[in-house]
């Protein structure tokens, strides 16, 4: 038994048990080293966690819910989770976008299909869309590797080079580098598919119009069409607990309810970490930092030990917007005005592309938006266990900005984010459902409103109600996350890792920025000296 205020000696410490955490635990625990893990919460999980808290019957996913970045992660495939019950599920769509006119826009896992469905609206679209699915075959596994890589990445890069010609060449990089706003419009005649790229790209907070959105909005619409937007079997939080109990199954310990209030620097080297319960433990080898930089630099590791690049930097540094997630436990299927040739677990809200444009611009400045983006979730239709047969689980959620300024709806939201505020707003979402699903307010059972206030209190990481460790724009990616100059899990402390959404590759359920910190650490603990040894 460890006694409080005692010293303890491991390998490594990883601060944080969300889905990098883990990943990097696991992967340090498989090379033999002694990891000890390290969580705030009374649970593992991060922000991948699910509860019953809105209803007893009902399973919620706290924060996100769809993983196709985790089906396609070939860090979490490599730890086969299966064996320790993960168990994946799909609804019978991976995506809906119902418009106001009874229509939808539908992505099915069956390219055919959803060819078929896009050449129903808009004849030449399906053509179009099966091109585009043929191009990203052969370019989309390379720009997957390449955004998972430590930057940069260079193997993932000349494989993807060398496959460019066969997926179209220049055309293709123009294609991957324009716009969201613009990649539907250049290559399909109706509105159904700009929708379901525009709406894909609004999962990011990169503007429309803004270079780097249309990637976005490729790389999950083509993945929803290759590996699907699968959902664990009973809850996210089933994910976290597969890759807590395989790093458990492997020797490692974990202590949930510990939260860490610092990290000791000593000659240039990260040498332990402290936890409010009074322990100190010793690391040898590493520490793996899954917090948000704001909270790791400056915050648990004093600002006098870090670098003077990331001192400076970290004055820059950017969050992304804020979210405000609503709950519902209903009793009875959506009530959409025109019921989908295939039930999505996935649905986005938004009029037309240029609605969703309005909402990001108002947000971008400091306005609540007064027709709000919404990306939800029927998990039910997902995945049956989640409520009571009948019935539907349902979340929605949408970003507002960090400092509001006003109101754009008009409707005396001051952007405190206490109860009126949260409650004014959930009201002004589930109106927006009620327009194309008319009774839905009466199916509701139960209604949670999550603003930034409580997204935070229940994941310290979600400053502000920040979901993806920091803008996703240009201007704080690639080398230039999460300050310039780094772009890798290096810190400019020895022993020091980042393995958080807000290093380079940033937010997103794939493990690569826990991956990239473990294998950095195994790598620099092998030359130098300095490293402890057991």
């Known amino acids: 038994m460890t006694v409080p205020g005692a010293d303890e000696t491991y390998d490594a410490v990883v601060v944080g048990a969300g889905p990098n955490g883990l990943v990097a635990a696991n992967h340090l625990v498989d090379a033999g080293w002694s990891v000890l893990v390290l969580e705030a919460q009374p649970e593992v999980g991060g922000a991948v966690r699910s509860d019953r808290e809105v209803h007893a019957d009902f399973v919620h996913d706290t924060f996100s819910a769809f993983y196709p970045l985790a089906a396609a992660s ?21 995506l809906g976008h119902p418009t106001p006119d009874g229509a939808w826009a539908l992505l099915h896992r069956d390219r055919e299909v959803t060819a078929r469905l896009l050449d129903e609206q808009h004849p030449g679209d399906g053509e179009a869309w099966l091109v585009l699915c043929d191009q990203w075959d052969v370019i989309g596994p390379h720009v997957l590797g390449g955004l998972l890589s430590p930057f940069p990445p260079v193997r993932s890069a000349l ?5 460019l010609p066969r997926a179209g060449g220049l055309s293709f990089v123009r294609t991957l580098l324009a716009p969201a706003a613009e990649v539907g419009s250049r290559r399909f005649g109706g509105r159904a598919p700009r929708l379901l790229l525009a709406g894909n790209a609004g999962h990011a907070d990169i503007p429309l119009e803004d270079t780097g959105s249309g990637l976005m909005a490729l790389l999950l619409t083509l993945m929803g069409q290759t590996v699907g937007f699968p959902v664990p079997v009973g809850g996210a939080g089933e994910l976290t607990r597969a890759l807590a109990r395989r790093f458990v199954s492997r020797g490692g310990e974990i202590r949930c309810a510990t939260p860490v209030v610092g990290i000791d620097v000593a000659r240039g080297r990260a040498r332990a970490v ?8 010793t690391v040898r080898r590493a520490v793996v930092a899954d917090v948000v930089a704001p909270h790791l630099f400056g915050g648990l590791v004093a600002a006098e030990h870090l670098p003077l690049r990331v001192r400076r930097g970290m004055r820059r540094f950017e969050l992304d917007p804020s979210t405000v997630k609503v709950d519902w436990a209903l009793s009875g299927p959506v009530p959409w005005a025109s019921a989908p040739a295939h039930a999505p677990g996935t ?121 993806n460790g920091g803008t996703a724009r240009l201007r704080q990616e690639l080398v230039l996350r999460p300050v310039p100059g780094l772009g890798r899990a290096e810190t400019g402390i020895a022993g020091l890792y980042l393995g958080s959404s807000s290093a380079h590759p940033g937010g ?21 000296p300095r490293a402890g040894h057991r």
């Open 159 to 163: 494989a993807g080079l060398a496959a």
């Open 508 to 528: 997103g359920v794939h493990g690569a920025a826990g991956m990239n910190a473990a294998r950095a650490a195994l790598a620099h603990a092998r030359f130098d």
């Open 274 to 281: 402290r936890s409010a319960d009074g322990r100190r433990t």
């Open 347 to 467: 649905v986005h809200i938004a009029d037309s592309v240029e609605q969703m444009s309005r909402a990001f611009r108002e947000v971008a400045d400091g306005a609540v938006p007064a027709e709000p983006f919404l990306l939800a979730g029927q998990m039910t239709t997902a995945d049956a266990t989640r409520s009571p047969a009948g019935t539907e689980s349902m979340w929605a959620y949408t970003h507002v900005p960090q400092q509001v300024t006003r109101d754009a709806g008009g409707g005396g939201i001051r952007g405190v984010w206490d109860h009126d505020d949260c409650e004014r707003f959930a009201d002004r979402m589930q109106a927006r459902i009620e327009r194309l699903a008319p009774g839905f307010g009466s199916t509701v059972l139960a209604r949670r409103v999550l603003g930034p206030r409580e997204l935070e209190a229940r994941n310290a990481n979600l400053v502000g109600g920040s979901i």
């Open 74 to 94: 070939p860090f979490l495939g490599a730890m086969d989770l299966e064996d320790h019950g993960l168990a994946w599920t799909h609804a019978p769509a991976v």
